[in-house]
């Protein structure tokens, strides 16, 4: 997890997770910025020290899960939608049927 915190309130205004094995394969869960410090590039600098981090460590296969209207602020970081026609997939438990 990596996060920015304005001095003033000592409280963080930005931040992003990432999960993974440690050596090769990491997933960035959430990239979340306080709407009042929008718009002044504290994403893309989260962002980018995350994946720096991760690069440094020797894990080179990253990936995240994004909302579309949102894929336009990752395509410039490097992200792209489908690699190789790759589709994720959700594990989802079937419910039993009542008897």
Known sequence: MLWVEYKK????????RATGDG??????????????????GLGKV???RL??????K???NIALYSEP?????Y?????VA???GIRGMVYSRKQKKKK
Do not use: H, Y
Not at 23 to 40: E, L, M, R, Y
Not at 51 to 56: A, F, G, S, T, V
Not at 75 to 79: K, T
């Open 82 to 84: 489908d690699p190789d």
């Open 75 to 79: 395509r410039p970081l490097g992200f």
């Open 58 to 60: 020797g894990i080179c």
């Open 46 to 48: 989260v962002m980018e």
């Open 51 to 56: 994946i720096e981090d991760m690069l440094e």
């Open 9 to 16: 309130t000592q409280k963080p205004v930005a931040f992003a």
């Open 23 to 40: 050596v090769f394969n990491a997933i960035i869960w959430d990239v979340v910025v306080d709407p009042s410090f929008q718009g002044i």
């Open 69 to 73: 209207r949102v894929l336009g602020f």
